[in-house]
């Protein structure tokens, strides 16, 4: 079964102090790795999609990382409209195309 | 804004009844997903129409049904309802690709809350 476990629960940070959210997953052949942002009561909007060990993408202050086995997501100097929770969520090769999500890592960025 | 809407925003209802959820996709996509999240499972797939057709289902109790018309439009439809049901519905719509993933881009979501 595919499985997204996310770490820490829960992060706070100053404004400026950098940091890694971690994503690790489990997966019968990778179709593509996800990153969303979500505010309290919308909907996650979407920040980055991973297909491949070794791929990086970046996006303002957010890099997004990829390994055979996790994904990081890099925040650099943080302000605090940062602060949401990120989600990660990995789409599999073979079956249905539906996203299997992590619990998310809740960040709060203080001014 | 995703482009993707749903209505209503809020939902209160009490246990035994049916109501409606409705979806419309962003312009162009045919493919429609329907996810709940509660504060205890996460976000959780429930259910996958492509084109009108369904493609896919996940943890959908068998209470819950869905359908996707013509206008590419979805509906979920959850009847008898539990406290239990009480969550975040979120429907989320992509266009595929041959080759790659489709990003599946969400809506806002409707608060169904059961008393």
């Known amino acids: 079964e595919d499985q997204v476990t996310q770490s820490p629960e829960a992060l706070r940070l100053q404004e400026g102090e950098s940091s890694s959210l971690n994503c690790s997953y489990t997966?019968?052949?990778?179709?593509?790795l996800f990153w969303y942002r979500q505010d309290p009561g919308k909907g996650p909007e979407f920040l980055f999609t991973l297909y491949s060990a070794g791929e990086e993408k970046e996006k303002e202050r957010l890099k997004a990382t990829l390994t055979k086995k996790e994904s990081f997501l890099h925040i650099t100097a943080p302000k605090p409209e940062d602060s949401a929770t990120y989600l990660c969520?990995?789409?599999?090769?073979?079956?249905?195309?539906?996203?299997?999500f992590g619990q998310g890592t809740r960040l709060t960025i203080n001014p | 804004d995703s482009g993707v809407t749903q209505t209503p925003k809020h939902l209160i209802t009490a246990t035994g009844q049916r109501v409606t959820l409705r979806c419309s996709p962003r312009s162009g996509d045919l493919s429609v997903y329907w996810y709940q999240q509660s504060l205890d499972q996460g976000l959780q797939f429930l259910i996958h129409y492509y084109n009108g057709e369904e493609r896919a289902k996940g943890n959908i109790l068998e209470r819950f049904s869905a359908q996707q018309f013509p206008d590419l439009h979805s509906e979920l439809n959850l009847s008898s309802l539990e406290l239990g049901d009480s969550a975040l519905y979120f429907c989320?719509?992509?266009?595929?690709?041959?080759?790659?993933?489709?990003?599946?881009?969400f809506g806002p979501g409707t608060r169904l809350t059961v008393l």
């Open positions: 997966v019968s052949g990778l179709r593509g």
């Open positions: 989320a719509s992509s266009v595929p690709t041959t080759g790659f993933t489709d990003t599946q881009y």
């Open positions: 969520a990995v789409q599999a090769l073979q079956g249905a195309q539906k996203l299997v």
